[in-house]
């Protein structure tokens, strides 16, 4: 059985066919998908916080300490 050398083309061509092509769509618009998820974080994480701050200011306790 002769055994075929594989060549750099042939494993390029296998990695653009399982990848995709790097100057495809996606890395055309990857700094806006990019502003874009780091924007949602930003929103995601101040909207638990303020969520957060509501529910324990509702469910903390007040306690008053008098002195005689």
Do not use: C, H, N
């Amino acid at each position: 059985m002769a055994e075929e050398r594989i060549t750099r083309d042939d494993l390029e061509a296998e990695l653009r066919a399982v990848v995709g092509d790097p100057d495809g769509p996606v890395a055309s618009r990857r700094q806006t998908l990019l502003a874009l998820a780091a924007a949602s974080a930003v929103v995601i994480v101040a909207l638990a916080y303020m969520l957060g701050s509501r529910a324990g200011r509702r469910r903390s306790t007040v306690v008053e300490v008098r002195r005689f």
